[in-house]
DNA sequence: TCGTGTGAAAATATTCACAGCC
DNA sequence: GGCTGTGAATATTTTCACACGA
């Protein structure tokens, strides 16, 4: 695998995130070789930005074959650096907490939350899914104990910063912001924000607007 | 608001739910007059791409003041078409089914879960937060008798196209797939993938690579 | 004078078209 | 022969820079 040398769009990584998931249901049902074209079909893409984007970390596939799925599938993880195992602390044991601690896909996709955090005394000590909920003063000693690098905010808006200012000063390396609320962070901290109404906004617009969709009848989709 | 003459980004109808989640906040801490620039630097863009953004449906400013926070907001509401109520079904009863039917921040914006529907005769009659579960069957009579427009996949991927296909004969507009499968709709219906796993592997690939970020340290984040 | 709204310019991203290789 | 990988062409999106109006 090449290391990016040109710059690669921040929309090529999460078509990556998409071609992983159309690809994993494909080996599931033991397809082992697939081409460019059915693989943009699925996504409903083009089947030149298939390949572009996999161009752009190296040469995966075989000329006049195809992509070989299994091998497609650890590439794609690996450029995402999504072949090993991430270790995450959550801040905020609300509902929005709960719900992701309880969300068993991300510990199948190597993304582990090995402990949680809350400034509530009454939730402290408490056992959420199998999870002791710790104070969040302990995270300076718990993430670097823990081998933490990526910090989950789901605390109500108005504790975001706080949460995130812990969190840095604990040493953490990113941080995934389920709250509705910006937060800053050094230049060194990556933060992605997770918004539930881009997508709801982006359909009741659609909707209303009656944008072309470019949907396929396709009969098996992956 | 002029009627969408030019064809808009995609990427701009998500900055106009960032900035309505920022000017929000901004209300609510009692501003009412914001120019381009901090809006901007809130949501770590240009104030050009606010002003652009903005200008796509209308002359929502006043030059030489800015923009009047209250009326803003609404402005985008109405480009959005969520200053009304959406009513939607939804369809899977599982841990993700039940963690949306509880997110209170939906029907806080206009957005209701009015049904529930699953096709395990164990779940049917069960009642989820106040709501009762119904036979996907029963989609056809229930969605126009409730005047539902949208539909919510929460089952596993293996019945997410089944899912789609009753919601779409049940005459749905729009789909919100949170499953982690593609799915087929007539090109009438509009489908928006949710995909947890966006986020995640952008944030690992870019503190993988080092990607710069462009968080500010600004004093107080909205 | 200040900040919006907007054409024009620059930067990015996507698509095309075909050389190269299995 | 068929499909990838890629430079070149196109399309789209963002940024600039300034005219315009409060």
Redesign the pocket.
């Known amino acids: 695998m090449k290391t990016p040398p040109e710059?690669i769009?921040?929309?090529?990584i999460q078509r990556l995130a998409t071609y992983l998931q159309v690809l994993e249901a494909m080996d599931k049902d033991g397809i082992d070789k697939?081409?460019?074209?059915p693989l943009a079909k699925a996504c409903e893409?083009?089947?030149?930005?298939v390949?572009?984007d996999?161009?752009y970390f190296?040469?995966?596939?075989?000329?006049?074959?195809?992509?070989y799925v299994p091998l497609l599938i650890e590439r794609i993880k690996s450029c995402l650096n999504v072949n090993r195992e991430w270790r995450a602390a959550l801040v905020g044991v609300g509902n929005m907490g709960r719900a992701l601690l309880n969300y068993q896909e991300f510990r199948r996709h190597g993304f582990t939350i090995v402990s949680a955090f809350d400034c509530d005394p009454f939730k402290i000590g408490e056992k959420v899914y199998g999870l002791e909920v710790f104070c969040t003063k302990t995270l300076a000693e718990k993430v670097p104990e823990l081998g933490i690098e990526i910090g989950i905010i789901t605390v109500p808006p108005e504790r975001a910063q706080r949460a995130a200012t812990q969190l840095v000063n604990a040493g953490i390396k990113g941080i995934l912001n389920y709250s509705a609320a910006r937060i800053s962070v050094p230049e060194n901290v990556h933060v992605q924000y997770v918004n539930f109404f881009h997508q709801i906004y982006t359909l009741t617009f659609n909707i209303s607007n009656n944008v072309p969709s470019k949907a396929s009848k396709a009969s098996k989709k992956y």
Not at 45 to 49: F, L, M, R
Not at 58 to 67: N, Q
């Open positions: 710059k769009p921040q929309a090529a697939i081409s460019s074209e893409i083009q089947p030149s930005q390949r572009k996999l161009a190296g040469e995966f596939g075989t000329r006049g074959v195809g992509y």
